[in-house]
């Protein structure tokens, strides 16, 4: 069958067929909502990296999450800012951390209406930014200082086990160190949190699209860089690797991160493990392109955000983290639709 037999334009004269037709959906559910949590203000400050986006204190999350469940968004992401960080990150796993405090006020405000992921890493509680501890190895007479995979391994665990301990449903290990998924697991089973989820950041590059994120939660690495141990932007087949790794060792959901930049990795990930839920990171830096252009008026930010969103979907994710969230989460209620 060819042409003038087979016209697609048929499909496309009328926006009621395109609608019906249309091979993707999104909807308020498929969003996860980052939340920086900020130990360290009064009232929510905004972050100037990410425009239109803020930090809370704990006190000002209630009406914040208020205002996202009238959206229909009821899944969030928490990130601290801790008030102290030192070289073994301890807020991140104190039992009165900044963190481990918003969790237990949200589930006492909300119960399980809301459901608590919780970003698992140290990047925002050391003092050196480094997502891990630092050791020291001497090799052939040479000095390098480097994060220690196995020893961060047990703090990463006692912060996933505080997370849980205060209430939240799902832990996402964000730090890519090797085996931390099962170590988390191993982690939340012994301490009776057989239900306490893990999305892994299974596939996370070492991505300069993160700049506006390191603002916005004060986790620059003061020395060096991530490349050690997140994964190289040239590679694609690593990937598999990397997801079937934490798969074997228990994750519930995957996660690729960044988004825009790496669809094809999505696609692939999605359909090498099909049964799995996959989550895709739709990052900081992102936002702010879409948001640097329609502000200057160079694009559509509405129509751009709901091209990206269901782009990202279409890749492959079934979940997508998004500072678009709200703004999406609205669009879509007002009926908008630009297709
Ligand atoms: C690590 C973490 C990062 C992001 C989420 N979790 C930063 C990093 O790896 O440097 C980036 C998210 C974004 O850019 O939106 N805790």
């Not at 919780?118 to 090799?139: A, F, M, N, P, R």
């Not at 996402?172 to 301490?191: E, T």
């Not at 900081?284 to 948001?291: A, I, N």
């Amino acid at each position: 069958m060819k042409y003038p037999d087979v016209r697609p334009r048929r499909l496309r004269y009328l926006k009621q067929i395109r609608d019906s037709v249309a091979e993707t959906t999104l909807s308020p559910c498929d969003f996860i909502v980052p939340i920086f949590v900020d130990e360290t203000i009064d009232s929510p400050k905004e972050i100037s990296a990410m425009p239109g986006y803020y930090r809370y204190p704990v006190e000002h999350l209630e009406s914040h999450i208020n205002m996202l469940l009238e959206l229909g968004l009821k899944n969030v992401i928490l990130f601290g800012i801790p008030k102290t960080k030192d070289d073994l990150g301890s807020s991140a796993y104190a039992s009165d951390g900044i963190i481990q405090r918003a969790i237990r006020m949200i589930k006492k405000w909300f119960g399980d209406e809301v459901i608590v992921f919780t970003d698992v890493c140290l990047c925002e509680y050391t003092s050196h930014g480094h997502c891990g501890i630092i050791s020291k190895v001497v090799h052939g007479g040479i000095e390098r200082w480097f994060v220690d995979n196995d020893v961060s391994l047990n703090y990463l665990v006692k912060t996933a086990i505080s997370h849980a301990e205060a209430g939240a449903d799902v832990v996402a290990p964000s730090n890519m160190m090797d085996g931390v998924v099962g170590a988390i697991r191993k982690g939340l089973d012994d301490h009776g949190f057989k239900y306490v989820g893990i999305m892994s950041y299974a596939v996370k590059y070492a991505s300069s699209f993160y700049g506006p994120f390191r603002e916005a939660a004060e986790s620059a690495p003061a020395f060096g860089d991530r490349r050690s141990y997140q994964m190289d932007p040239r590679n694609k087949y690593e990937a598999l690797k990397e997801a079937s790794l934490d798969i074997d060792e228990g994750a519930d959901i995957l996660m690729v991160k960044p988004a825009l930049p790496y669809l094809d990795v999505i696609h692939l990930v999605k359909s090498s493990y099909p049964w799995m839920p996959l989550a895709a990171y739709n990052v900081s830096g992102e936002y702010l392109m879409v948001k640097a252009a329609s502000s200057k008026g160079y694009m559509d930010g509405d129509k751009v955000v709901m091209e990206v969103l269901y782009s990202i979907k279409r890749a492959g994710a079934d979940l997508i983290l998004t500072y678009h969230a709200s703004e999406a989460a609205r669009l879509l209620r007002e009926g908008y639709n630009p297709f």
